[in-house]
């Protein structure tokens, strides 16, 4: 992190397995959180702006390649096959005391942590029955490449911490408005008195 970096907002880094709702709760809780002053950021990913899932910003690799090499992005990382970047703009929202909430990486939790040392990290999990009928549904998977994915949701929810930092759960196997609450209520609870 640079040295005349200030951060008065907070970085809140949803995780959690493919199929386990992280788009459709943000979609749900975008404008509670607006209220509670926390923005939503739009990850740029290579992929078709058309493709379905997240409200993202769709770009070339060539185009991703050159936001990356110009200093565009305050974090990356690749995965599944694409590459993903959080705009830098994110800076300058926290700096003025926004928090933010970022689509994340579990494999990438360290280097995030590494730049965003109190961001706050929230898991998002779902029971395997619920992920199973979920990633069928969507229709985008083989039933190979379903299981594999429930064997990943297995490992997600095993871990608890990444060194001293705690991990926070959030089960999205149920009612989106509880979920959703339950989001606000760890914002609000992480949050210094003054902030929100």
Not at 21 to 27: A, F, M, P, V, W
Not at 47 to 76: N, P, Q
Not at 116 to 140: I, S
Request: charge should be neutral; glycine fraction near 10%.
């Amino acid at each position: 992190m640079r040295d005349d970096f200030r951060m008065d907002g907070r970085l809140i880094y949803l995780m959690g397995p493919s199929g386990s709702g992280k788009d459709t709760l943000i979609d749900a809780a975008r404008e509670p959180l607006r209220a509670l002053g926390c923005e939503v950021v739009r990850r740029v990913i290579t992929r078709s702006a058309e493709s379905k899932g997240e409200e993202a910003v769709g770009v070339s690799l060539a185009e991703f390649e050159r936001h990356r090499r110009e200093g565009d992005f305050a974090l990356f990382w690749h995965a599944n096959g694409l590459d993903y970047g959080i705009p830098i703009e994110i800076d300058q929202w926290l700096s003025t005391g926004c928090h933010v909430l970022m689509n994340g990486s579990r494999g990438h939790l360290l280097a995030a942590l590494e730049r965003y040392p109190t961001l706050l990290p929230v898991l998002l999990t779902v029971k395997d029955d619920v992920l199973r009928e979920r990633l069928l549904r969507r229709g985008r998977e083989s039933l190979v490449d379903i299981e594999a994915r429930l064997r990943r949701n297995g490992q997600f929810v095993a871990d608890g911490s990444i060194g001293d930092v705690l991990i926070h759960r959030l089960d999205n196997s149920g009612d989106l408005a509880v979920t959703v609450k339950g989001l606000l209520s760890l914002l609000k609870l992480s949050a210094k008195p003054d902030q929100i």
